[in-house]
């Protein structure tokens, strides 16, 4: 594992890019969310998979599909972010959380659960938690079977974040957006009665809304119990993907307050409801979901609101100039 360039800011998030062998290169990022210090809140993004295969349209990690990383790979990666901070391997955090979600489908790659099996073990840390986010492709039965287990036996009291991302309460529109095989709303729903427990987190349904997407709380309703599942809205971050294909983001990142009606109605059928803004610096870094500097770096064109972090290049190994 070589680190071959740097970019972001220390008081908010930064991102490396790794190389893992020739042309096998991945992004990895570790952040904070101020005002809260790293001694209460720190979270690691790592990467799953060499490309992702299934190209969501406002996702630019999509594309250039290598195959998967071993379980090796993505422990050296949280290694190496601990060891940034932390070199002894004990992690004050309150809450430290682990997320696999900067590049690929995590079910995609079975090495993932073992990864989760090991991090409890791997560190001194009491806040650790772990959050997966999913797509919920089709054909990935065996690694969501496991992902119960795994959560019950090592994850209990809320110390598992899951996530299914749906982004319209529209299937077809879906398919259109998350363009691979999908599970359908009703085997999301049934999975969520199986995967939640008394004293879990809440069960995440998450909209990186796109402005004129529909959500339907009367659909939503239909399959996903309020007392099981939240509503997270995010912004749809500023990528070239986006760009490409003509999404507006439904929230305003630049806004303090983004109280709309989709979020009045959904509160109003029930769900606790979670506007997500985030640090916007990090989408001048490039750091925030569904970005990915190598895209941008490949693209050469500059994106408002975006990737405009100067990038340290540590050495001269399959980075695009």
């Not at 409890?120 to 999913?134: E, I, K």
């Not at 974040?161 to 998350?178: I, N």
Request: glycine share 6%; hydrophobic share 35%; proline share 6%.
């Amino acid at each position: 594992m070589n680190i071959v360039a740097v970019t972001g800011r220390e008081d908010i998030a930064m991102l490396y890019i790794v190389e893992f062998g020739k042309d096998k290169l991945v992004e990895c990022v570790e952040a904070v969310q101020p005002p809260t210090p790293r001694e209460e809140k720190w979270v690691l993004l790592v990467s799953t998979l060499f490309g992702c295969p299934v190209r969501c349209l406002m996702c630019d990690a999509g594309g250039h599909y290598k195959g998967k990383l071993t379980s090796e790979e993505i422990l050296a990666q949280i290694d190496y972010l601990v060891s940034t901070r932390y070199p002894d391997g004990v992690v004050p955090s309150k809450q430290f959380k682990i997320q696999f979600a900067r590049m690929g489908e995590p079910t995609l790659n079975n090495d993932v659960l073992h990864v989760l099996k090991a991090l409890p073990q791997r560190y001194q840390a009491p806040g650790l938690m772990s959050s997966l986010s999913t797509i919920a492709p089709r054909k990935t039965d065996f690694f969501f079977d496991q992902l119960v287990n795994i959560k019950d036996k090592y994850y209990s009291g809320g110390r598992f974040q899951f996530q299914f991302s749906l982004h319209t309460t529209d299937e077809k529109l879906r398919r259109q957006l998350v363009p691979i095989p999908t599970w359908s709303f009703a085997e999301m729903a049934d999975y969520g009665k199986r995967f939640y427990q008394v004293g879990d987190r809440k069960i995440t349904l998450n909209f990186a809304l796109a402005e004129g997407t529909p959500v339907d709380p009367k659909i939503l309703l239909r399959h996903f119990d309020p007392a099981k599942f939240l509503i997270k809205i995010t912004p749809l971050n500023p990528t070239h993907q986006a760009q490409k294909h003509g999404l507006a983001s439904h929230i305003d990142p630049m806004l303090s307050i983004n109280k709309s009606q989709v979020v009045t109605s959904l509160q109003e059928a029930g769900y606790q409801v979670i506007v997500s803004i985030g640090e916007r610096e990090e989408n001048l870094i490039g750091s925030n979901c569904g970005q990915y500097v190598l895209r941008h770096l490949e693209a050469q064109t500059s994106l408002e609101r975006g990737y405009t972090y100067p990038i340290r290049q540590l050495a001269q190994r399959g980075i695009p100039n």
